[in-house]
């Protein structure tokens, strides 16, 4: 590597990194009071260290499933929620899995994975993968692949939901600056890349989850600091909850009872935390259906709360600081 290039590459990636830190501090401040929760549990079980993403049975009592980020094994965690402990694993056969970030359980019991983490926009292998609901205890399964394509090119997509209305899976971008929504097809095919659509709608800044509650009414879309709930089908911002404080926020779930929802976070020994579901707003009931499988831009609130000028003119600030002391740096050496 360019000496000069190096000596300048090092003060700009911390000059990046600590813009992400700034913007998320300013979000947080300046949105209030954080929502009431509660500690449920804790996963202690030393096989979860990543937490990364979540979905809470419909069909047995007190159980969630989970799965670890990138650089794990494909294996579902089926976990008990009141204990926090591993009742069952779930091995995904023939598969690898490079960066798995949300899960969704579906009304007909399937349990979809999203291995869709892409941290620098190059990815070409991103899929969803369906297995049936495991419930407890041990199993092997081969899971099907669902790849697809999206019209922008490659995207970290942090977050999948279900949009009832139509049976088809959004696709939740990861953005400073919020992310893009993309729709799958109803029709999800195993033998070639399923194109996405582009939606005019975003999501809030740097999105790390989302899941479509029980009801099929709400989607609950999450960052490190806030929950948006949101119209299903029309997307429309109806609340906004800002979370406590966690390690590294990756995930959120609703529960079966449609009045509340968990948080979790990845890390060793990270808590599940409840908290009310509640929106302003009560949208028409919406149909229950699914994705199906072939045979061999609404409301623009990014920031969750924050105005957007008001985060990003603030971190203009801390970024021209930090340029400036990068620039001393690089300067220095």
């Given at each position: 590597m360019n000496p000069r290039f190096r000596r300048l590459l090092i003060p700009g990636l911390?000059?990046?990194?600590?813009?992400?830190?700034?913007?998320?501090?300013?979000a947080r401040r300046a949105d209030g009071a954080t929502a009431d929760s509660t500690v449920v549990s804790r996963m202690s079980d030393p096989r979860i260290t990543e937490s990364s993403g979540l979905a809470v049975s419909?069909?047995?009592?007190?159980?969630?499933?989970?799965v670890n980020d990138s650089g794990h094994g494909p294996i579902v965690f089926a976990v008990r929620i009141s204990t926090g402990a591993v009742v069952g694993t779930t091995r995904a056969e023939g598969v690898r899995w490079r960066d798995t970030e949300s899960m969704a359980l579906t009304p007909d019991g399937t349990l979809w994975v999203g291995d869709t983490g892409d941290n620098f926009g190059v990815r070409q292998d991103v899929a969803l993968y369906s297995m049936p609901e495991p419930g407890t205890g041990?199993?092997?399964?081969?899971?099907?692949?669902?790849?697809?394509?999206?019209p922008t090119g490659p995207e970290d997509v942090e977050g999948i939901a279900l949009q009832p209305s139509t049976g088809r899976f959004l696709l939740m971008g990861k953005g400073l600056t919020g992310g893009r929504v993309y729709r799958l097809p109803k029709t999800l095919r195993e033998d070639r890349p399923n194109r996405a659509e582009e939606l005019?709608?975003?999501?809030?800044?740097?999105?790390?989850?989302?899941?479509?509650?029980?009801?099929g009414?709400?989607?609950?879309?999450?960052?490190?600091?806030?929950?948006?709930v949101r119209d299903a089908r029309t997307w429309k911002l109806l609340h906004t909850d800002e979370l406590p404080e966690q390690a590294q926020g990756e995930?959120?779930?609703p529960e079966p009872s449609g009045k509340s929802y968990l948080i979790g976070s990845e890390g060793a020994d990270s808590a599940l935390l409840r908290l009310g579901l509640t929106a302003a707003a009560d949208p028409t009931p919406a149909p229950t259906?699914?994705?199906?499988v072939a045979e061999p831009k609404a409301d623009r609130d990014t920031t969750g709360g924050t105005p957007p000028w008001a985060v990003w003119g603030s971190a203009l600030g801390g970024v021209i600081v930090l340029a400036g002391a990068a620039a001393w740096i690089t300067r220095r050496r």
């Open positions: 911390l000059v990046a990194l600590l813009v992400v830190v700034v913007v998320a501090s300013i419909r069909r047995h009592p007190d159980l969630a499933y989970t041990d199993h092997v399964v081969r899971p099907k692949r669902y790849g697809y394509s999206l005019d709608w975003t999501t809030p800044v740097l999105t790390t989850d989302s899941a479509t509650t029980p009801d009414r709400y989607v609950l879309v999450r960052n490190y600091t806030v929950a948006q995930t959120i779930a259906s699914t994705p199906s």
